[in-house]
């Protein structure tokens, strides 16, 4: 597997990051949120959406298995979990992408298990037409079609999480 077309630049990451980050602070302007980074694919985005948000915020990160490689497994299951009680609070789950949506319900309906006031979904990459679990994303870096990505914290065996730019990857 290579790289074999660039999907987005740096740039124009950083332009939607930007639109993203002024919605994220008109909408949670004064209310402190807690912003949950899904490690590690979300590590990148994370990084730069949260300094787009120009007002009071909390942070802290989760790492839960659901791929190994490129395989899919339904079963998920906590090797890191939050060091924050999330009881009453508002909560912002950075997610890379979003498949079928498997990974981020689970993450929501366990934060609303524990008393969260709210959950809003934030992930750079949408594949909606992969969707099994329907999920509400109130913000969406793009909607991409169903290929491969690999770039700008998203890996392929551990590999390309460095690279600045979002690419396609094939044969
Ligand atoms: P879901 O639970 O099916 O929505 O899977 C979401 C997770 O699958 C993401 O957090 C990624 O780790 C992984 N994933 C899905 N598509 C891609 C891709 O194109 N490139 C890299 N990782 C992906
Ligand atoms: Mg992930």
Known sequence: MRKVRRMFTADEIAVRVKNIGEKLTADFNGEIPLFVCVLKGASIFFADIIRQVKTDIDIDFITIS???????????????????????????????????????????????????????????LDKFSRREVEVEVKYIGFEISDEFVVGYGLDYDEKYRNDTEIWVLGE
């Open 66 to 124: 659901s791929y190994g490689g490129n395989t899919f497994s339904s079963e998920m299951k906590f090797i890191k979990d939050l060091e924050t009680n999330v009881a009453g609070r508002k909560i912002v789950i950075v997610e890379d992408i979003i498949d079928t949506g498997k990974t981020i319900d689970y993450l929501r309906q366990i934060f609303l298990k524990r008393g969260a006031e709210s959950v809003s979904i934030c992930c750079l």
